[in-house]
C-alpha cells in the first residue's frame, strides 16, 4: 500500500512538471522575430508620433519602443532634479576632477533606458551601468 501511494504522489509530481515544461515550450516556440513583431503591434504609432516620440528597435533583443525626447535634453545638470529625465556624465561637460558635489553633467536625451551612462547626483558621480 505505501509503495502504491508513493508512485501515486510521483506521478502526479511528474504531470504538475510537464504541463510546466508545456507553457515553458510555448514561449519557447516564439522566435525572437515575432517577438520584435509582436512589440511593434502594441505601439500606438499614431499617439507615439503626436507626443514627438520615435519608434525605433531598443536593446539586445531589438524590440520596437516608442522613445520620447526630453524638452531639456542635453542642459547643464547637477542632479536629477534638474532634468525631465537623469543627469548623465558627459565627457564634453563633466569635469572628472571637480569636487564632490561640484560635478556636472547633462540632461538626458530620451526615455532609453538602454546604453552605458553614469548618472550625476548632487553633484556626485554615481557608479557607471550599461543596459542593453
Known amino acids: 500500500m505505501r509503495n502504491f501511494l508513493l508512485l501515486m ?6 504531470s504538475c512538471a510537464t504541463q510546466q515544461q508545456d507553457k515553458n515550450a510555448d514561449t519557447a516556440d516564439k522566435t525572437i522575430e515575432q517577438m520584435r513583431e509582436e512589440s511593434l ?3 500606438d504609432r499614431q499617439a507615439c508620433a503626436i507626443a514627438g516620440g520615435e519608434i525605433r ?8 519602443r516608442c522613445v520620447m525626447p526630453y524638452p531639456d535634453a542635453g ?3 547637477q542632479s536629477a532634479s ?10 564634453d561637460v563633466t569635469d572628472y576632477d571637480a569636487a564632490p ?4 553633467g547633462v540632461c538626458e536625451a ?14 556626485r558621480l554615481g557608479a557607471a551601468l550599461c543596459v542593453d
Open 75 to 77: 542642459e547643464v545638470c
Open 9 to 14: 504522489v510521483a506521478l502526479a509530481a511528474s
Open 41 to 43: 503591434a502594441a505601439i
Open 110 to 123: 530620451d526615455d532609453s533606458p538602454f546604453g552605458c551612462y553614469a548618472e550625476i547626483d548632487a553633484g
Open 57 to 64: 528597435q531598443e536593446g539586445m533583443l531589438g524590440m520596437w
Open 82 to 91: 534638474d532634468c525631465a529625465g537623469r543627469c548623465l556624465a558627459d565627457d
Open 101 to 104: 558635489g561640484d560635478m556636472r
